[in-house]
Nanobody, 126 residues
C-alpha cells in the first residue's frame, strides 16, 4: 500500500515562504513522476508542479512559475515544494500525488495520478 504524507503547511504572511514535504512509502519511489496540486474552497483541484523520476525535468503552472520550486530526494523517498513570495491567492490545501506509471501523459491533470496524500493547509494572509 502506497502512502504519501505531506507536511510543512501553515499560516504565513504575504511575501513569505514555506517548504512543503511529501514522504512516500515504498521501495520504487524513484520510478515515478511526482506532482503537487492544490484546492481552494469552492474550486477544483489544480495543478501546481510536477517532477520526473530523476529530478531533471520539471513543469510548473503559470501562476507559480518563478516563485515555487519542486525537487526530490530519491534516497529519502521525499518530494518538496519550496514556495516563495507567497500571495493570498496561494491559499489552499496542497496535495502531493504519485503519477500513474502506466500512463503516457504530461502529468498536469489529476487523472494522471493514482495515489494522493491527505493534504496540508497553506494559508497566506494579506
Amino acid at each position: 500500500q502506497v502512502q504519501l504524507v505531506e507536511s510543512g503547511g501553515g499560516l504565513v504572511q504575504a511575501g513569505g515562504s514555506l517548504r512543503l514535504s511529501c514522504a512516500a512509502s515504498g521501495r520504487t519511489f524513484s520510478s515515478y513522476v511526482m506532482g503537487w496540486f492544490r484546492q481552494a474552497p469552492g474550486k477544483e483541484r489544480e495543478f501546481v508542479a510536477r517532477i520526473n523520476w530523476s529530478g531533471d525535468s520539471t513543469v510548473y503552472a503559470e501562476s507559480v512559475k518563478g516563485r515555487f520550486t519542486i525537487s526530490r530526494d530519491n534516497a529519502k523517498n521525499t518530494v518538496y515544494l519550496q514556495m516563495n513570495s507567497l500571495k493570498p491567492e496561494d491559499t489552499a490545501v496542497y496535495y502531493c500525488a504519485r503519477g500513474d506509471i502506466m500512463k503516457v501523459a504530461d502529468f498536469i491533470h489529476p487523472s494522471d495520478y493514482n495515489y494522493w496524500g491527505q493534504g496540508t493547509q497553506v494559508t497566506v494572509s494579506s
